[in-house]
């Protein structure tokens, strides 16, 4: 039988298509370090540096966010690995995020726990598949029992 002849003049609409990520990360190259505080350490430091601001920009919007003084020099002391014991707060990290629009230094501090942050816009699709999976668990459920209950007759 003859195999039909392949369309080699249409291109394939797909073919690069890479859909967007949900979840922001870096690289992990760019962010390996030995400890979890060297690894954010590195995440503040790219974080800063990608956001298109200075870090006295950033600072200033900081303080303004937290109420609490944050200057250009507790900025390079966060992004700095040589002072792992200096960590940025939960609080700074958050304003952080906020300022910036980047929540991938938060992905790396969630990393080992398993966790994500997610864009706030895809919590009700979230909720949506832990609901079919709630369905879909109570079904298996059901049919078990029944079958526990006509073994029992």
């Known amino acids: 039988m003859k195999r039909p002849r392949r369309d080699t003049f249409t291109q394939d609409l797909f073919r690069d298509y890479q859909p967007e990520p949900v979840v922001e ?7 390996q370090a030995w400890s979890i505080s060297g690894r954010l350490s590195k995440a503040v430091a790219l974080t800063m540096d990608e956001s298109g601001m200075s870090r006295s920009e950033i600072a ?4 303004e966010m937290t109420k609490a003084s944050v200057s250009k020099a507790m900025l ?6 040589a002072r792992e014991q200096h960590s940025i707060s939960a609080v700074r990290l958050a ?14 501090l969630l990393a080992d726990a398993g966790l994500v942050a997610v864009p706030q816009k895809y919590e009700a699709l979230l909720r949506r598949e832990m609901a079919r999976e709630a369905r879909e668990r109570a079904a298996r459920d059901e049919q078990a ?9």
Do not use: K, P
């Open 25 to 31: 990360r870096f690289d992990a190259q760019a962010v």
């Open 60 to 63: 200033a919007e900081m303080t």
């Open 76 to 81: 390079d002391g966060y992004a700095s690995q």
């Open 95 to 108: 304003a952080l995020v906020a300022i910036t629009g980047d929540a991938r230094a938060l992905n790396v």
């Open 145 to 153: 029992f029944d079958a526990e209950w006509r073994a029992r007759r």
